[in-house]
């Protein structure tokens, strides 16, 4: 069956639909393979790298490059414009819904592109239009993260009673069937029934880690892994606990939103590659030839671009400031209470002072600023997912743990920013009504829960 193109947001494939997520297309259920297979017709990375995000990665204590996910279109012949994020079809088990058959990897048994039928003797005999197959809707589940189809042959047999059905091998004569409320698996092969119940335990075994990435088993298995339980659970695909994405996010701000688009320095910082030619020119007579090279380019003279090379060389756009991880929303505080006069519209962010005019009105009650946000701009950066477990430990994107990029879009917005005044607000915190409301609700043992801290004084 040939490939499909199926339309996907780009903030959706770095949340609900990002790599190990189970995605929906037009007529089937596939998995989002990792950023190792994001790459162009010759293995290089797709994606572009997104510019003017140093802050953002410091703050979110992030060392890769990020990237934008790459985009493909499909034009009107039918044939697909760029490069798409690969999709792996699973669960590979497809089932009849009229007698329940099973079959695996039924879409490669058909040659054309007409979506697979059941061929059952009972569907042929008695319908005149065989049913279509549908995926199941069941997966085995790690909670180190990996995936799997459930083992229905392991499952139709594991209760029976008689040794010819323990002894079955038959994997083409399996069946699922849902009767008023109550699913009955079994084997046609031998005559071995057993109930699916779902959402229980079993060992995952040492298969394959992901869907996609066949029988390799990426990462290696550590001696602290062989220790853990080794037992999955099988979950419906549509389970919350199947998928978790984890991602951050971070605004753009000064100075790195204040950047003049278009500039020569702009351009220079920008491209990397035109960067690398000058640094690795042997002799200045050819860094000087590479040099008015990228003036022809840029349409600028080459005065220009070696005054553009020395701002960088001198860390533009941020010129040495310091980013700490852990200080993100303070910094973001001050963006917004600092209104720039010399703003220009085509900026990442522009704010406009509103308290004023707030002023005059009767709900300006303690509020101390109001800030309009007339453009914004956020990163989005997708570090991995989770299955099962949401401690701190997480699938990276790429599964091994080892590229030195990560996914990441730019979304942007508009808002307002509101600060209340701290008079009140303290007053209001260190009222008794308010303390001995809050504290014993929120707080165990001297630790608050759901607050950044406990409202009681000594907590």
């Known amino acids: ?17 990002g790599v190990g997520a189970i995605v929906r297309g037009p007529n089937w259920l596939g998995v989002v393979q990792d950023i190792r297979y994001w790459t162009d017709r010759h293995g290089g990375v797709a994606g572009l790298e997104i510019p003017y995000v140093e802050r953002v990665r410091s703050a979110l204590g992030i060392s890769e490059q990020l990237r934008e996910p790459p985009v493909a279109s499909e034009l009107k012949n039918g044939l697909v414009d760029g490069i798409c994020v690969p999709v792996t079809r699973f669960p590979t ?117 992901q869907p996609w990435t066949k029988d390799d088993l990426v990462p290696p298995v550590t001696n602290s892994q062989k220790e853990e339980s080794n037992h999955a659970q099988i979950l419906a695909v549509n389970d919350t606990r199947t998928y978790s994405p984890v991602a951050d996010i971070a605004l753009v701000i ?44 840029y349409r600028c003279s080459p005065s220009d671009v070696k005054e553009a090379l020395e701002e960088i060389t001198k ?3 941020n010129y040495g400031m310091s980013f700490t991880p852990g200080l993100l929303r303070e910094s973001e505080f001050d963006a917004f209470s600092e209104i720039l006069a010399d703003q ?14 707030l002023k005059a009105y009767q709900m300006a009650a303690g509020i101390d600023r ?25 699938v990276p994107a790429d599964i091994v743990g080892t590229s030195d990029w990560l996914p990441a879009v730019q979304l942007y917005g508009e808002g307002i920013f509101v600060t ?9 915190e260190n009222h008794p009504t308010v303390q001995s409301r809050g504290c014993p609700k929120f707080c165990v043992n001297g630790v608050a829960k759901g607050l950044s801290s406990c409202l009681r004084t000594g907590c």
């Not at 592109?113 to 005149?128: H, L, M």
């Not at 790195?256 to 920008?270: A, C, F, M, P």
């Not at 800030?371 to 430990?393: M, P, S, Y």
Request: positive net charge.
């Open 420 to 428: 209340l005044e701290e008079s009140r607000l303290r007053k209001w």
């Open 93 to 209: 088990w497809a089932r009849c819904p009229a007698c329940g058959a099973m079959y695996r990897l039924s879409w490669q048994q058909n040659n054309s592109d007409e979506p697979p039928r059941c061929t059952r003797e009972g569907c042929v005999r008695n319908k005149k239009t065989l049913p279509l197959l549908e995926q199941v809707t069941w997966v085995m589940v790690d909670p180190r993260g990996y995936l799997a189809d459930v083992p229905w042959h392991f499952l139709a047999h594991r209760n029976a009673r008689h040794p010819g059905q323990k002894a079955c091998k038959t994997q083409d004569q399996l069946f699922l069937k849902d009767s008023h409320g109550t699913r009955t698996l079994g084997c046609l092969a031998c005559k071995t029934e057993t109930t699916f119940r779902g959402d229980e335990w079993m060992d995952f075994g040492q298969g394959r880690v």
């Open 315 to 317: 860390g533009y756009p």
């Open 1 to 17: 069956m040939s490939s499909k193109l199926t339309p996907i947001r780009l903030s959706h494939l770095l949340s609900h639909s």
């Open 370 to 394: 109001l800030v309009r946000v007339d453009r914004l701009k956020a990163i989005k950066v997708f570090r991995g997912f989770r299955r099962l477990r949401f401690d701190e430990q997480f």
């Open 254 to 297: 000064p100075p790195e939103s204040r950047v003049r688009k278009g500039t020569v320095v702009d351009q220079l910082y920008r491209n990397s590659r035109d960067r690398e030619r000058i640094d690795k020119a042997r002799t200045p007579l050819a860094k000087n030839s590479n040099i008015r090279e990228l003036a022809a380019k």
């Open 344 to 357: 220009r519209d085509d900026e990442d962010l522009v704010t406009h002072d509103q308290s004023e005019e």
